[in-house]
C-alpha cells in the first residue's frame, strides 16, 4: 500500500480521520494525499456579461486562501502526535465531488481511502446520503469510513462479515494484509438465522484454508441479525468492522434510525468497505 487518499472538506468528522488517517499511514508506510473539492455556483452570463470571469476568479481565489490557511493546521496535528515526517501531497479541485474522488484515485494510483462521516447517530444519512453512498459505489478501492466521535486507538481487532460466499475469500484475504501490518487479529462473523443454508462442510473447509492466517472464525445463530452484529462488535472488542459492498442494502437496516437511537452511545468504530471483484 503506497497512497492513501484522504478527501476533507475541514471540517470536524473530517479533522477527527486526519488522525486516523496519519496513523494509518504510518503503519503501512504510505503517502497522504489531500483532496479538497468545491463547486463553483452556475452564473447565467448574460446577467454578468463583464464580470463574469472575475466572478469565478474570485471565488477561485477565495477557495485557494481558505485551502492554505487550513493545510498548516493538519500539518500541525501531524507534528503533534510525531508524525510530521509523513509525506503528505495536497490536491485542490473544483467540480464534482465524487467525479474528482474517481480521478484522483486512477491519476494517483490510491490503494485506500479514507474519510470522515457525521457519526453513529446519523447512520441512515451515512448509508444512503448522496455523497458517501456514491463513494462506497462508485470508488473501487478499500475505503474506511470513520464516524465523528470514533477517536483513533490502536487496531487490535477487526471484524470481518462474511456469508461464507467464495469471492469473499479475497476480501478476507486484503482484510489479512491489513491486519499483519497493523499487527492485529481478524474476527470473522457468520450470523446463521433460519433462512440461511451454509453447510458447516462450507465453514470447515473456510477454516482448513485459512488455518496458517491469523483469523478466528464465528459462527452465530440467531435470527436477531442486527442485535447479534452489535454484541459482536461491542463483547468482542472489534476495533473497525469490515462489510462487501453487496451488503450494503444489509448495513443501512443495521443502522436504520431507530436502532442506531439505541446505540449511539454504545458502538463508534470506523467501518471497512471493501469491494467484491
Not at 479541485?93 to 470522515?116: Q, T
Not at 459505489?137 to 461464507?164: H, M, N, Q, R, W
Amino acid at each position: 500500500m503506497k497512497k492513501i487518499l484522504f478527501p476533507t472538506d475541514f471540517s470536524e468528522a473530517a479533522t477527527n480521520a486526519f488522525v486516523h488517517a496519519l496513523e494509518f499511514a504510518k503503519v503501512v508506510k504510505a503517502e497522504l494525499v489531500l483532496l479538497h473539492t468545491f463547486e463553483i455556483p452556475v452564473y447565467d452570463s448574460q446577467f454578468f456579461p463583464e464580470n463574469y470571469a472575475s466572478i469565478y476568479s474570485s471565488i477561485e481565489l477565495a477557495k485557494f486562501e481558505m485551502f492554505k490557511d487550513e493545510i498548516p493546521k493538519l500539518r500541525a496535528i501531524a507534528a503533534e502526535r510525531k508524525l510530521h515526517d509523513i509525506v503528505i501531497k495536497h490536491r485542490l479541485m473544483d467540480g464534482d465531488l465524487i467525479y474528482n474522488l474517481k480521478n484522483a484515485v486512477e491519476e494517483d494510483e490510491i490503494d485506500f481511502v479514507i474519510m470522515g462521516t457525521t457519526g453513529v447517530s446519523d447512520w441512515t444519512k451515512f448509508f444512503t446520503g448522496s455523497n458517501t453512498n456514491s463513494v462506497i459505489s462508485e470508488v473501487k478501492v478499500p475505503v474506511l469510513c470513520v464516524p465523528i466521535d470514533a477517536k483513533f486507538k490502536k487496531i487490535k481487532t477487526i471484524g470481518f462479515t462474511t456469508k461464507y460466499r467464495e469471492k469473499d475469500k479475497a476480501e478476507l484475504r486484503k482484510v489479512l494484509k491489513i491486519a499483519k501490518k497493523t499487527d492485529a487479529k481478524v474476527k470473522s462473523l457468520y450470523v446463521r438465522s433460519s433462512s440461511t443454508d451454509v453447510s458447516d462442510m462450507t465453514i470447515k473447509e473456510w477454516e482448513i484454508e485459512f488455518a496458517n492466517e491469523n483469523v478466528e472464525f464465528l459462527v452465530l445463530p440467531s435470527d436477531e441479525v442486527k442485535e447479534t452484529i452489535l454484541d459482536f462488535v461491542l463483547f468482542k472488542d472489534i476495533d473497525i468492522l469490515t462489510t462487501i459492498t453487496h451488503k450494503r442494502s444489509f448495513f443501512e437496516s443495521i443502522f436504520d434510525s431507530s436502532f442506531s437511537q439505541k446505540i449511539t452511545k454504545e458502538v463508534s468504530i470506523p467501518v471497512l468497505i471493501m469491494h467484491e471483484n
